[in-house]
Structures are given as C-alpha cells and as structure tokens.
C-alpha cells in the first residue's frame, strides 16, 4: 500500500514537471518571434530625487505584451531568454528603443538619465559592445546607466569587468541593482567601477514598522555614501519610509508611491505635471577605471 501511495505521488510530482517544461517550451518558441512580432513594449518607473521630489529620471522596464491584451512579467520570460543568445537580441532590442524613447522625452524637456537593465549574460561576451557600437551615433552615454547585479559578475568577474570598464570609459555609468539579497560582496563594490547602489525593495517595502530593514537600510546607505557612490531606495511605498529615507540620505526614490511602471506616453503626461530638475546627466564617480 504504501509503495503504491508512492508511486501515485511520483507520479503527480511528474506530471507537474512535464507541465513546467512544456510551459517553458511554450514560452521559449514564442519568445523566439516576440521581437520581430513588435510584442514587446517598455514602460518607465520615475526616480525621484529625494531633496526637492523632482523627476530625477526613469528606469526601463520591459514588458511581453501577448495576443489577449495580457502581459507576461520579465522575471518570467528573461530567465528563458538567458538560456539562448536570445537575451542579447533582447537587450539590444530594449536598448536602441529606449534611446529613441530618449530623444521624444528630450523634445520635451526631459535631461535625466534613463537605467536599463542588463542581464548578467550580457557581461560575459562582446555582445553589448557590439550592440552599442552600431548605434554609437545615437547615444549619449551620459544619459545611460546600465543596472547589472552582483550575480551577474560572480559568474565571470574578469570578462565582466573588462566589459564594464570600457563602457565606463565611454562615458556609461553602472548601478548595483538589488543590492542586499546576493553575495553584498565587499570586493566586488571595492574593485568594479560602480557609482551607484540599489537597495533591494525587500527592505524598503516594509521599513516603516521594520526596525531591523530600517537598519540596514541605513547601513548600505552609508556604506554607499562612503565609496561616493549615489543610492537609490527601490519599493517606496509610502511615505513614512520616504521621511526615514530623506533623513537617512538616501538620495534617490523609486517605487509605487510615486508611480508605477507606465507607458512613455503617460510618463510624458507625469513629466508635464512635474517638471524635472535643471541637469541630471550622471557625473562619472572615479575616473580612474
Ligand atoms: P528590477 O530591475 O529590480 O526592477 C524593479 C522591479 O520592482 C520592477 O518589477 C518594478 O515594477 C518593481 N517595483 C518598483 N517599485 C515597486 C514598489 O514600490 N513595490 C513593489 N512591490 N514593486 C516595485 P518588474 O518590472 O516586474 O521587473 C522585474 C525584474 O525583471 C527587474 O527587477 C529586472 O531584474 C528584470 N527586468 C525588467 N526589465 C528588464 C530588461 O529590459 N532587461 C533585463 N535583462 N531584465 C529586465
Ligand atoms: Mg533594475
Ligand atoms: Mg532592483
Ligand atoms: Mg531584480
């Protein structure tokens, strides 16, 4: 009886499996397309600059538009990518959008920086370099940061490096993302050419009544603050946290208390309503890399 018990759960557990393969197939064939289909879109979340509640700039956040008018998230599909070159043609893809997103939110005024993504395949390879290279014309790298986390120079820390120093060198600029909930490695911090630090949402979501969040925020605050790199608190959802942050130093806000991730077209509309500050471009930490 019990063997039989058994088998019927191996059995249950197996069926699960096949179903998160073949969903996984699923989503791998249509990904294949999903560029040339136009079925991806970016959205903008607004960052905040924490001293006088400008419009500091936007970070680019990709979204898998399907068939029904639904979205898959990308902590869905760009997992799937990262196991293809796929992820570079996506990378690539969100790059060269978001630069003629620039010059449309420029016409408007708009001088801040936009932060896109990168995932950490995209350091290990001369794909980015390549990518860039051919729209170089088009680019203002000062306009650009590029957010990259921890796991992505774990993997291969000397490609990583040499692909992040020369576009620093170019005039790019990198942001730790999700810093506190990979390695937090010391190292890493000392020796690559980040200037800026991303505080994980999981410790800001709930700060306000999070003794122990509030203390490492404030930790990693100040650890940032004494490398020269600027910080940004991700997941700000009300505005007790935004108090503790503003009195903390935090100098960067991002999160669903002041927008949501939404379309360039209603992003122009939050520019109209709030004027960004005069110049954001970034300034580049150390020049020495
Ligand atoms: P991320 O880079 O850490 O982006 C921040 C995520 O936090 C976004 O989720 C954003 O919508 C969400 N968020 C912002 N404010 C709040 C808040 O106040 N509360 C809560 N609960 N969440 C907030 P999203 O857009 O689903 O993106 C998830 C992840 O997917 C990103 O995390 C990033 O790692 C990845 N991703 C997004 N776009 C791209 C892309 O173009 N390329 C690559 N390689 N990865 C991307
Ligand atoms: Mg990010
Ligand atoms: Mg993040
Ligand atoms: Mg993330």
Known sequence: YAAKSRKRHWKIYSEDLNKNA??????????????DKQQFQLFYQPIIKASNNSIHGAEVLLRWKQADGSYIPPDTFIPIAEQ??????????????????LAILDKQGFTGCLH?????KDLHNNMLLTCLDKIAAKVTPQRII??????AMMTDIKQATKVMVELVNSGFAFSLDDFG??????????????????????????MASHEA???????IIFLAKSLNCTVV????????????????????LQGYFFSRPVSLEQ???????????????????????
Not at 146 to 151: D, G, K
């Open 84 to 101: 293809s070159t796929l992820i570079h043609d996506i990378t690539c893809w969100v790059i060269k959008q978001a630069i003629e997103d």
């Open 146 to 151: 590029f957010e990259v986390t921890e796991s």
């Open 213 to 219: 969040n509030q203390s490492i925020v404030r930790s």
């Open 22 to 35: 073949l969903e996984h197939l699923a989503i791998a064939n249509k990904l294949q397309n999903a560029i």
């Open 181 to 206: 909930t990979g390695f937090s490695s010391f190292p890493l911090l000392r020796d690559l050419p980040i200037e800026q630090i991303k505080i994980d949402r999981s410790f800001v979501i709930n």
């Open 233 to 252: 608190a991700e997941g700000v959802e009300d505005n007790t946290s935004i108090g503790l942050l503003q009195v903390m130093g935090c100098h960067y």
């Open 267 to 289: 992003y122009q509309q939050l520019l109209d309503a709030l004027p960004p500050a005069s110049s954001e471009s970034h300034q580049t930490r150390l020049n020495s890399f």
């Open 116 to 120: 896109i993504n990168l995932s950490a």
